[in-house]
């Protein structure tokens, strides 16, 4: 068994080439295959970049109201209680437009491959 205590790390900032707005990360597991465990903070408007998972991502959460959206589809408002998978699609999701979002992503398969930024246009897009 491996037990990650939250009095054992910290939130850090996300990095600007992967997220835009305010954004806290505190990973908090991770497997030999690659399987990672991650607590993630968005302020409100908030997002990642477009990003894949080789194995897909889960996203449950924690607080707050938030949006994910694959590229070329409608998008969902997330709230607090809800779980996602996302497949190997490329996608976004982060704070509402006027929330906050608190999620832990489960990140399959290995780290992501990331891309361009979300516009804000496309953040709105599908809602």
Do not use: K
């Amino acid at each position: 068994m491996e037990l990650a205590r939250a009095a054992d790390s910290d939130f850090q900032r996300g990095d600007v080439s992967r997220f835009t707005g305010e954004v806290w990360i505190r990973w908090a597991l991770e497997d030999r295959a690659g399987t990672g465990v991650g607590i993630v903070s968005f302020a409100p408007g908030s997002r990642t970049h477009w990003h894949r998972h080789p194995g897909g991502q889960f996203l449950v959460v924690t607080s707050g109201r938030g949006r994910v959206r694959s590229r070329g589809e409608p998008g969902a408002v997330l709230h607090e209680g809800d779980a996602i998978r996302v497949g190997q699609e490329w996608h976004c999701h982060g704070g509402d437009r006027d929330a906050p979002l608190v999620h832990v992503a489960i990140n399959v398969g290995g780290p992501p491959e990331w891309g361009d930024p979300v516009t804000d246009e496309e953040y709105e897009e599908g809602f």
